[in-house]
């Protein structure tokens, strides 16, 4: 029988060997470059800790940082709202509202689409002088003067947390209704007998129990949110104009690679960003869950 | 505006509550249906605002250019032959499409396939550092894929697979979370007692692997594919950094092309290129939206 | 054991396959590309190739791939293909403001030895032109067709009406400053008209009469007092109202050469008209010609308040091309065959860099387009006062840098020292080497 167990090696074998080659290669590499003085092409020179150095005393690696928050902040905000909201209208058993798969379909169904795509649509539509959405806003007569969306640096950030919430919060409101119906209807009854009303069944049941549920969107969409590119990278002209607003972790670690040609600036860059994911991937865990841990892994 | 503050106000669970608590059956009973109806109708906006803008791109692909330029209307325009032509002439997007498919369904295959193969590894053997090699790969799991892309461009260009499809597909053979997924999903679904009788028959490892485990990871598998094609799909920076020849670009990288390319002077082409990379998406989805959705609640549950 | 050794071995043949497959595929492109017989790879990141290629291809019956990539992109994706070779052109071009970087980059062959020999042509050529394609030791690395002296191209209709006359040299004289072309600005908007589509116009103006490179010799950035009244210029513009509000290269900007276009400013709504549009030699065939259909004859080209010279194509063939040869041909159809440049020429109205053709065609040369005048007289005359010294390789970032400062400062939204300041830590980012002043 331990001969059997040899087929174990076998089949995690290309797993392995794939992930090693692929995977943590490229990040040892990375780590390594984060340390030189690399520039493509050529031979990479030791500096020790200088693209550290410079990273810290980066001015723009933090406007990238605050901005990556900011826009992934409002977004969440948003998304998840709207989300519970959605969930609660549709999980009310008093009101029993129908056309949930309906719905659903159409609120998830921008999630589908290519994130560059979104981007040139969007690029185009917010279009100062000439485009649909200022248009269709002034014959409606909500605004009366065209709006810079994509050049004043709150509104570009604005525009980008809104079409960041356009395109998810149908997939957070699907993963919210899944996390509903996994609610006991129990603990609803008992609440009915106890005489609740629907907004302390929504905040004393509804949203405790949902804490994993909310916990794994967030986690999600932070670890995606913190890697924010394609967006600000078509809405601009690449290099996160407006006066800065735009530019993210990532896209700032694209351009010192990829087009200013400092990859050993560029790995660094990308070790700040991991460390600050982890970082905050690690306090968003232990506010979320605290002291009641073991609780929640009961549920 | 003024009506949609008030309903807006209405919403709120509390006043709901409050008003459902009225004494007289038949005034609550219309009340509801009033607020049912107010609920609807937001639920309908809702719905609206999501579908603005798809609608917008697809009246604006049939209009030309100078006609998108003097204001918006919601009646079709005639140009969009014309549009395709000038599109055509500089980016051929069907070319995107099929690249961009070859990828994602060979990655959705690799990864499932093997994504199996090594849940089943770690769920039905005991070997040495069989714990340690699960940690370290959930670990690894927390990183970034941006943390690795420098080295992974060196690396590929190491191998002289630049520009090629093998960096875009090969990797996929390593998804640590789909992994993780499977392995939790076959080990209560799957009894070892199932796997001993196969032995007990003659069966071969690799053949019960593929006969018993197989079809019993198959729901889990559709699952964690659907998340594997359309993230592949969408992946834009690993294809912009490796590929450089426009005719091997994928969807993504072709739509970053078309905005610096000469189809960026014409809108009604550009909002026709648009239409074409999202269009053919949005129908599949119509005939698949179930799966979907439920994929989406069961990737989050099973957490 | 034998069993374990059979999976890994079955393990391995399957990867084999799955490489095998994605090779397949991956090479599918190039394979079919073998069957039509592709005999030559050219990259540009414009189209305006596409008609010589095809010239080529009749005459040599041969197969020709174009590769477009557009400008902001090119030498992102052409760099680590010409470094790894894979899947490489056997000609590419190189626009000005990467072409100093280029040059010394070793991957253009070196035309100065055997047998291309094109050191013995070099009295051909406009001397600036010749130059600018040499490396640090002075070896040629890439030819250009053309040269690319700018001026200011303006609607004659709309001279006529306001400034009651169309003729070249007249308008001319009435925007010698930026002072006058205030004047005239005025003019314009008082019966209704743009001067420019947009503030990025007169940025070639600003440089002045004695332009000055990025970067000196010594690795210093210099902002020229020149280059920061700009900054004012285009503010100007922008408070008085005197573009159009079409940024260069969007659709509106485009659209606003032929017809009347829609401006929406301080709450309202008008439409007007585009008077001029700064642009050079091949501004003409290549963006007023193919976006322009009814007001054709009706344009014609003057001088700004100073020279300038804007972009430029070199092309040269990659040194590790299997295809030399051929590479060259074309390269050598492109720059020096008489017949087909006098063709191009004459069919573009592109002002060629190479003398025996251009000294052959210029007295008599008359563009349709441009009501009949005589545009290569004009541009060869403002060639003569091009300065190529202040092309650097660090231009093509430079420049947008730049421009992102004067838009800043244009839209309110930096001061002027905050708009500088922002760009000289811009550029120390993404060039520690450089020395910038600091401020």
């Not at chain 2, 509390?14 to 109806?37: A, C, D, F």
């Not at chain 3, 032109?129 to 609607?155: C, I, M, N």
Request: with cysteine; proline share 4%; glycine share 6%.
């Amino acid at each position: 029988m331990k001969n059997l167990n040899n087929y174990g090696y076998a089949f995690i074998a290309p797993f392995w060997i794939i992930f090693l080659i692929f995977n943590i290669y490229p990040v040892g590499l990375t780590f390594y470059y984060s340390f030189t003085n690399y520039s493509g092409s050529g031979t990479a020179e030791v500096v020790g800790f200088a693209n550290y150095q410079r990273l810290i005393a980066d001015s723009y690696f933090v406007e990238a940082f605050f901005n990556t928050w900011k826009i992934w902040g409002v977004n969440f905000g948003l998304q998840i709202v709207i989300a519970l909201i959605l969930a609660a209208i549709f999980s009310d058993m008093r009101v029993k509202m129908k056309g949930l798969s309906f719905f659903r379909s159409i609120f998830y169904l921008p999630n589908l689409i290519t994130v560059s795509s979104v981007a040139l649509l969007f690029g185009i539509l917010l279009d100062w002088q000439h485009g649909s959405l200022n248009m269709v806003l002034m014959n409606i007569g909500i605004i009366s003067q065209p709006i810079n969306w994509l050049n004043e640096p709150a509104s570009a950030q604005l525009s980008v947390s809104l079409i960041l919430t356009w395109m998810w919060f149908g997939h957070s409101f699907i993963v919210v209704m899944a996390g509903v119906s996994g609610i006991s209807t129990d603990f609803y009854e008992a609440a009915l007998i106890d005489g609740a009303n629907r907004w302390q069944t929504f905040t004393k049941i509804t949203l405790p129990l949902l804490k994993p549920i909310l916990l794994y969107i967030m986690i999600t969409s932070l670890i995606g949110g913190l890697q924010l590119f394609d967006l600000p990278m078509l809405l601009t002209d690449g290099i996160g104009s407006p006066d800065g607003s735009l530019n993210t972790m990532v896209l700032y670690l694209y351009n010192q690679a990829f087009k200013y040609n400092n990859y050993g600036y560029a790995a660094a860059v990308a070790y700040g960003l991991f460390i600050i994911t982890v970082i905050f991937s690690a306090i968003v865990f232990k506010s979320m869950y605290g002291n009641e841990r073991k609780q929640a892994r009961r549920v | 505006m003024m009506d949609r503050t008030e309903i807006e106000n209405n919403v709120t669970p509390e006043k709901l509550s409050k008003r459902t608590l009225v004494p007289q059956e038949s005034k609550t009973k219309k009340r509801r249906s009033l607020i049912k109806g107010i609920i609807y109708a937001l639920l309908i906006l809702t719905a609206v605002i999501c579908f603005i803008p798809f609608l917008m791109m697809l009246v604006n692909a049939t209009r030309s250019n100078d006609a998108i330029l003097t204001g918006f209307t919601l009646i079709p325009g005639t140009a969009l032959m014309e549009n395709y032509r000038t599109m055509m002439e500089y980016v051929n997007i069907w070319n995107g499409f099929k690249n961009s498919l070859i990828i994602s369904v060979l990655v959705t295959l690799l990864t499932g396939y093997f994504s199996a193969l090594t849940a089943y590894g770690f769920a039905f053997y005991t070997f040495k550092g069989k714990n340690f090699l699960f940690v370290f790969m959930l670990v690894m799991m927390m990183v970034p894929g941006q943390l690795g892309l420098i080295g992974f461009y060196e690396l590929c260009k190491n191998l002289g697979i630049l520009d090629t499809f093998i960096p875009l597909i090969i990797p996929a053979i390593a998804s640590p979370f789909v992994v993780f997924f499977l392995r939790q999903y076959i080990q209560t679904t799957l009894h070892p007692s199932l796997i001993e009788a196969a032995r007990i028959d003659g069966a071969s490892e690799l053949r019960i692997f593929h006969t018993v485990a197989i079809p019993i990871m198959m729901p889990a598998v559709a699952t964690m594919s659907i998340f594997t094609f359309i993230g592949s799909w969408n992946n834009y920076i690993v294809p912009l950094v490796v590929l450089f020849s426009p005719e091997k670009y994928t969807l993504p990288v072709l739509m970053g092309f078309l905005k610096g390319s000469q189809v960026a002077q014409n809108l009604g082409s550009m909002y026709l290129g648009i239409a074409i990379s999202v269009v053919p998406i949005m129908i599949a989805f119509l005939f698949l939206s179930k799966y979907i959705v439920n994929s989406i609640s069961a990737g989050a549950v099973k957490e | 054991m034998k069993k374990v050794v059979g999976l890994i071995m079955s393990l391995v043949l399957l990867f084999g396959v799955l490489a095998g497959c994605s090779n397949t595929e991956t090479s599918g492109d190039a394979k079919s590309d073998n069957k039509k017989d592709v005999d030559l790879k050219v990259w540009s990141f414009t189209d305006e190739l596409k008609k010589p290629i095809t010239t080529f291809e009749e005459k040599n019956g041969v197969k020709v791939e174009l590769t477009i990539v557009p400008i902001a992109d090119y030498p992102t994706k052409l760099k680590p293909v010409l470094e790894s070779g894979v899947g490489a052109p056997d000609v590419f071009t190189g626009e000005i403001a990467f072409l100093k970087q280029w040059v010394n980059a070793g991957y253009w062959e070196n035309l100065s030895q055997e047998p291309y020999n094109v050191n013995e042509v070099a009295d051909n050529y406009v001397p600036y032109v010749f130059d600018l394609g040499k490396d640090e030791q002075g070896d040629v690395r890439a030819l250009s067709w053309q040269t690319t002296p700018g001026g200011l191209f303006y609607k004659r209709s709309i001279a006529k009406e306001v400034l009651g006359t169309d003729d070249p040299k007249e308008i001319g004289e009435m925007l010698t400053s930026m002072d006058k072309v205030f004047e005239v600005s005025e003019k314009m908007k008082e019966k209704g008209y743009r001067m420019f589509p947009d503030e990025g116009s007169i940025r070639w103006f600003s440089q002045g009469d004695d332009p000055k490179p990025w970067v000196n010799e010594n690795d210093e950035l210099k902002l020229t007092d020149q280059k920061i009244e700009f900054l004012d210029y285009a503010k100007e513009l922008r408070e008085n109202s005197y573009t159009a509000l079409a940024p260069e290269w969007s659709p509106s900007w485009f659209e606003a050469m032929d017809k009347p276009i829609k401006v929406k400013e301080n709450g309202k709504e008008t439409e007007t008209e585009v008077f001029s549009y700064v642009l050079p030699t091949w501004g003409l065939h290549s963006v007023l010609k193919t976006n322009v259909e009814d007001s054709v004859g009706d344009w014609a080209v003057t001088s700004g308040p100073s020279p300038y010279f804007w972009g430029g194509t070199w092309l040269g063939v990659y040194n590790k091309s299997e295809n030399k040869e051929l590479a060259y041909d074309f390269v050598k159809m492109m720059t020096q065959d008489d017949e087909f440049l006098t063709d191009w020429a004459k069919e573009t109205g592109d002002v060629l860099s190479y003398l025996p053709v251009t000294n052959e065609i210029k007295d008599d040369f008359s563009d349709e387009f441009l009501g009949g005048q005589n545009n290569y007289q004009f541009f060869l005359d403002q060639a003569k006062s091009i300065e190529p010294g202040i092309v650097t390789k660090y231009d093509q970032q430079l420049d947008t840098f730049y421009g992102n400062a004067v838009q800043e400062y244009v839209d309110g939204k930096k001061s002027k020292d905050e708009a500088i300041a922002e760009f000289y830590k811009k550029a120390q980012n993404a060039y520690p080497e450089l020395k910038v002043p600091k401020k």
